[in-house]
């Protein structure tokens, strides 16, 4: 069974660009979750998508956004990026409320 | 809100040896699933072993287990004959039961374990 995919895994960007991460789950897995690993920060909870409907977001500005696609695949876009946006972006699925969710290799990206 | 708490920043064993992470959290919640997850330098997250809060035995897999004390709030891991292999980066996590938060997962701060040969 593959697992959490995402692409790419690294990005170089400077301030102001935008970006969009993907990520395919799990086949069967209809939940996408995603999360920033900053720096002294730790992880923290972006955004949680289930049935192509964004469901429930963390502490982050409207400039963090996505969208998931009908086959579960999901995006997630930065637009107008910061340096303190430097992180590595983890997508984790999961198939049944309460089940344990599975991580991809993230996407690192460097804002210079 | 929930908060979970990992107070040793850096941990080291020889290899064969046990060793112990702590982790400590924060709920008014009654029902919910507490995770280990690992992180080798090649990033990606593992799930290392999961303990629901309604189950009053702790939860074991292989080398892994856990000592899981409700009324304290304390969630440890232990590790057996531990291996190069184990050197990662290790979460503790906590996710509420039910629909409302739809599994979203709060991570304590990360418990780098070096393995020693």
């Known amino acids: 069974e593959a697992g959490v995919t995402q692409s790419p895994t690294h990005l170089i960007k400077t301030r102001g660009q935008q970006v969009t991460l993907r990520c395919s789950p799990i086949?069967?897995?209809?939940?996408v979750y995603w999360y920033q690993q900053a720096l002294g920060l730790g992880l923290q909870f972006l955004l949680w998508y289930d049935e192509g409907e964004e469901r429930n977001r963390g502490n982050f500005p409207p400039r963090f956004s996505g969208r998931q696609f009908p086959n579960y695949s999901s995006e997630l876009n930065v637009n107008a990026l910061e340096l303190e946006d430097s992180a590595l972006y983890l997508c984790?699925?999961?198939?049944?409320?309460?089940?344990?969710?599975?991580f991809g290799d993230g996407t690192r990206l460097s804002i210079l | 809100a929930q908060t979970v708490t990992q107070s040793q920043p850096e941990m080291s064993v020889q290899e064969a040896e046990t060793v112990t992470l702590s982790c400590t959290y924060d709920t008014s919640e009654s029902n919910y699933y507490l995770f280990w997850y690992k992180q080798p330098p090649s990033r990606q997250m593992i799930l290392v072993i999961r303990q629901e809060a309604y189950k009053q035995q702790n939860a074991t897999e292989n080398r892994f287990s856990v000592n899981f004390q409700k009324a304290a709030k304390s969630f440890s891991l232990k590790i057996s004959d531990s291996q190069l292999g184990d050197t990662a980066m290790y979460f503790c996590a906590f996710m509420k039961h039910g629909n409302n938060q739809g599994g979203k997962l709060i991570f304590g701060q990360g418990t780098e374990l070096s393995v020693k040969p």
């Open positions: 984790a699925s999961r198939a049944v409320l309460n089940q344990p969710q599975h």
């Open positions: 086949s069967g897995h209809t939940s």
